[in-house]
């Protein structure tokens, strides 16, 4: 790996407290990899940014100064989203050169591409990392629905009213915590792509803070849905949700409500969930409730049996009664969407308080898969409701710059040919 010398300002202002805000660091079952995936050299499961072979110490460049110093430098950065240390004007002279020079970059991303959505006004971006690497995040205009896509099947009844007083959100961004992913589920393009190594907490924030600073926006929602499964790059991914949560000037503030993390079904790492103190809300890509259905759209997670997915389920929202899991179900033609599926969906989430989300596939070049029909979607989505089970329907954003679920990816150009199409009842005949 290509690294740089340099940290950035970000990496080494978030090192000292990138400690994330466990209850407890107690867990049945063991830290390692649940899934034997193989762990590449280069991959540091750690809050460690990638360049930190040669830290600078940012404590002690700012000893010299007063205490408030350290307040104000985190007020430039989360509060007023000034990256540029010659703007720091209630800073010395002297501080403001050292800092240019220490750290030459302010955050560890730079923004190099944004497509627009010409359907609705959603914006992907591509970010490249200091040690070359590209990562893509997606910024979703919450209001843009309106325009472009069917309302809910039903409104979610099972979520206590909001008590909020705070403005409606006007933008979800949907950061990425790899870069590539370890698993390869076969509808999702990131799964295509070489896994290169986890995402450092300051890469995580800096997805955030450099859409925000370029729109002049507050971003309200963040999902982690983008590149990469998040519970493998568990301790990095707690220090960046840290740093989102906290109070200004520690951090940004979010509210730990809006912010979403989704997993293919990681188990310890929905275990160590219940131990992060804020009420963060978790996405399950559940996709089949049949063992061998779910083993050809999500080959790498064989080892997670359903009957023990479904148990660490109910201990979690026992442990976590704030908010009801989300279940995400990609309806897939002739795959996963006839009446042996839904009955098996509808038995396994009988045993715990959820909403279910379903997704029409969105196309990937290369895969051979098709989305269900809109009469099929609709056929789960009345027997889910009539199961009493609260069912909505994933607004299609961003499929125009392939920045929908499972699109993301950094792949060679042009694409391969198409697959033939692969059936559940093909495979396994
Ligand atoms: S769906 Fe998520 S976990 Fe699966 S390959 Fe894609 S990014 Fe990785």
Redesign the pocket.
């Known amino acids: 790996m290509n690294l740089t010398p340099h940290p950035s300002l970000l990496d080494a202002l978030l090192l000292p407290t990138a400690q994330p805000l466990l209850t407890t660091t107690s867990s049945p079952h063991p830290t390692s990899n649940p899934l034997n995936l193989p762990n590449p050299p280069n991959l540091p499961n750690s809050s460690t940014p990638p360049n930190s072979s040669n830290p600078l110490s940012l404590k002690t460049l700012l000893a010299p100064y007063p205490p408030y110093i350290d307040t104000e430098l985190r007020t430039w950065l989360f509060k007023k989203y000034c990256f540029n240390p010659d703007a720091y004007t209630n800073f010395p002279k002297s501080l403001r050169t050292t800092l240019k020079k220490s750290f030459p970059s302010a955050l560890p991303l730079h923004l190099t591409k944004t497509i627009h959505s010409t359907k609705d006004k959603t914006k992907k971006f591509l970010f490249k990392t200091q040690d070359n690497q590209f990562i893509e995040t997606v910024l979703i205009d919450n209001h843009s629905h309106k325009n472009t896509s069917q309302p809910p099947l039903k409104k979610p009844t099972s979520l206590p009213p909001s008590t909020s007083s705070s403005p409606p959100s006007t933008y979800t961004l949907c950061i990425s915590s790899q870069i590539g992913?370890?698993?390869?589920?076969d509808?999702?393009?990131?799964?295509m792509m070489k896994f290169t190594r986890n995402l450092t907490p300051a890469e995580i924030l800096a997805q955030y803070l450099l859409p925000a600073a370029t729109y002049n926006i507050k971003i309200s929602h963040i999902v982690f849905m983008g590149?990469?499964?998040p519970l493998l790059n568990l301790k990095n991914v707690f220090a960046a949700l840290t740093h989102f949560t906290a109070p200004l000037p520690n951090g940004l503030a979010l509210s730990a409500r809006r912010i979403s993390i989704?997993t293919?079904g990681i188990l310890n790492g929905i275990e160590k969930l219940t131990t992060f103190k804020a009420n963060i809300r978790l996405s399950i890509?559940l996709h089949s409730a049949l063992q061998h259905t779910r083993n050809i759209i999500?080959p790498d997670l064989k080892n997670v049996s359903l009957p023990t997915l479904k148990q660490t389920l109910i201990a979690y929202s026992r442990n976590k009664r704030a908010h009801p899991l989300l279940i995400e179900y990609i309806m897939i033609k002739n795959l996963n969407d006839d009446a042996t599926h839904l009955t098996a969906l509808i038995s396994f989430l009988k045993a715990f308080p959820c909403k279910v989300n379903l997704i029409a596939y969105n196309h990937v070049p290369t895969k051979p898969y098709q989305p269900s029909p809109p009469e099929r979607i609709r056929t789960f989505a009345s027997a889910l409701i009539k199961a009493h089970i609260t069912t909505t329907q994933r607004f299609k954003k961003g499929d125009d710059i392939k920045a929908a679920c499972?699109q993301?990816a950094i792949l060679p150009n042009p694409p391969l040919p198409t697959a033939p199409l692969i059936t559940a009842q093909k495979k396994h005949a």
């Open positions: 992913c370890p698993l390869s589920c509808f999702c393009a990131t799964g590149m990469g499964e989704s293919s890509s999500m499972g993301l």
